[in-house]
């Protein structure tokens, strides 16, 4: 069932896997056009091309770019391939769902069985920088480079995404921490500075979810193992939870909703 015009267009930054591979998959189902922004390997490519065929399947308008979203030239040529595409005035969702930080510690380990985990390297100046811009404020980039190229649908909608790491401190997610905290106050600042142009940001708070980027964190099996013990429901949250909810929020009916953290955790957070 198509929910949205058939002219608006959906932007998922980190589209091949998790957050954004789901929400790309539900947007489509619900009638938007996509356009999906990744960076991979080719001996990746036979996986995503299988999901990105199934979003296909629902026969609305299809981009993808596998490039490098940090960069200037990554930025213009999605940009430039939204225009080419017809997309001005139309881009109704854009989500930034970029996964790529430094996971090091910032304090030498002591115990010899976490040292084996984490080694003797240290989280330093550009790691911190290059983790806080990628996963932080680098949301702004693309918003701005889209408000520029006059994408933005009259009423659209902005998403961020963050982490029980916003608050708890995790050895080894220092800078992913500070990253989501830059996203999270980036995401205010857009809800009231870019309103009068018709934008919404929100930022999704999503519980202990099996993605790629949370099996890249040491201890990740423990942290799994902890959520589901904790979980009112008893499983871990599920890529299609977050996509359900986003889906939800773009619609007419969401509009009231602007600079909001929203947790999707089956009331993970709550439950201690």
């Known amino acids: 069932m198509s929910v ?4 608006q267009w959906a932007l998922v930054l980190g589209a091949s896997s998790g957050f954004g591979l789901a929400t790309a998959r539900k947007l489509a189902s619900q009638g938007l056009n996509v356009c999906l922004v990744h960076r991979d390997r080719r001996g990746a490519m036979d996986r995503i091309e299988t999901a990105f065929d199934e979003i296909r399947a629902f026969g609305r308008g299809f981009l993808s770019f596998n490039l490098d979203a940090l960069s200037p030239e990554g930025v213009a040529e999605a940009i430039a391939g939204l225009q080419a595409a017809g997309a001005a005035g139309s881009l109704r969702v854009l989500l930034h769902s970029i996964a790529f930080g430094n996971l090091k510690p910032i304090a030498p380990v002591q115990d010899q069985a976490l040292k084996a985990v984490y080694g003797d390297a240290l989280t330093e100046d550009e790691d911190m920088a290059r ?8 949301l702004l980039t693309w918003v701005q480079a889209a408000f520029r190229a006059g994408l933005f649908a009259p009423d659209a909608r902005v998403f961020g995404l963050t982490s029980e790491g916003n608050e708890v401190a995790w050895r080894g997610y220092a800078a992913v921490s500070a990253a989501k905290t ?3 106050a980036l995401s205010r600042s857009i809800a009231v500075e ?11 708070q ?3 979810t099996d993605t790629p980027a949370l ?19 008893g499983r871990l949250t599920r890529p299609e939870d977050v996509a359900g909810v986003i889906a939800l929020l773009s619609q007419d009916d969401a509009a009231w909703v602007n600079g909001a953290l929203i947790r999707v955790d089956g009331g993970e957070r709550v439950a201690g």
Do not use: W
Request: proline share 10%; charged share 10%; glycine share 8%.
């Open 4 to 7: 949205f015009p058939p002219s």
């Open 131 to 138: 983790t806080i811009y990628s996963m932080g404020t680098s």
């Open 182 to 184: 830059a996203l999270e």
């Open 194 to 204: 870019y309103a009068p142009y018709g934008i919404r940001s929100n930022i999704i």
């Open 206 to 208: 999503a519980g202990v």
């Open 215 to 233: 099996n890249a964190i040491p201890g990740a099996e423990l942290m799994k193992q902890h959520s589901i013990a904790r979980n009112p429901f």
